[in-house]
DNA sequence: GCCATGGCTAGTA
DNA sequence: GCCATGGCTAGTA
């Protein structure tokens, strides 16, 4: 195990992203600590997604949409959110608020 | 120097 | 489509 507190912390945000939904990079940024810190958590998933396990795949872009592009990773993490039941256009774009997940829903029941 | 962002603008339709 | 942002790993010595 490696990594600065704000690293460690958003490893276990990420870990704690449950089946079936997905997070926002700024939101799980936000949730570390650091609102600013969106390109931190692209660093982490880069650095630690396979020494960590990390469910990278859940790991989506503001607009909920997979941030990878086609060729160089879209397709495997299409394949493993529609795996989880997680409906996606063909654009790669899942519904944030029916797939959304922040850490305060974890902790406080869900929301809806 | 790297990075899979995010937010805001210009410029077209 | 541009550019300001933030924090630091990987890899060598």
């Given at each position: 195990?490696?990594?600065?507190?704000?690293?460690?912390?958003?490893?276990?945000?990420?870990?704690?992203?449950?089946?079936?939904?997905?997070?926002?990079y700024?939101?799980?940024a936000?949730?570390?600590?650091?609102?600013?810190?969106a390109?931190?958590?692209?660093?982490?998933?880069?650095?630690?997604?396979?020494?960590?396990?990390?469910?990278?795949?859940?790991?989506?872009?503001?607009?909920?949409?997979?941030?990878?592009?086609?060729?160089?990773?879209?397709?495997?993490?299409?394949?493993?959110?529609?795996?989880?039941?997680?409906?996606?256009?063909?654009?790669?774009?899942?519904?944030?608020?029916?797939?959304?997940?922040?850490?305060?829903?974890?902790?406080?029941?869900?929301?809806?």
């Amino acid at each position: 195990m490696k990594g600065s507190p704000l690293t460690r912390q958003i490893i276990e945000i990420i870990n704690s992203i449950p089946y079936g939904k997905v997070s926002t990079y700024g939101n799980i940024a936000a949730a570390a600590g650091n609102p600013r810190a969106a390109r931190q958590v692209v660093r982490v998933l880069h650095t630690f997604s396979e020494s960590e396990d990390l469910p990278w795949w859940r790991v989506v872009n503001r607009e909920g949409r997979i941030a990878l592009k086609r060729g160089f990773g879209f397709e495997e993490q299409f394949d493993l959110l529609i795996s989880e039941g997680i409906e996606l256009t063909s654009a790669g774009c899942a519904n944030l608020d029916r797939y959304g997940w922040d850490v305060d829903d974890g902790i406080s029941g869900n929301k809806e």
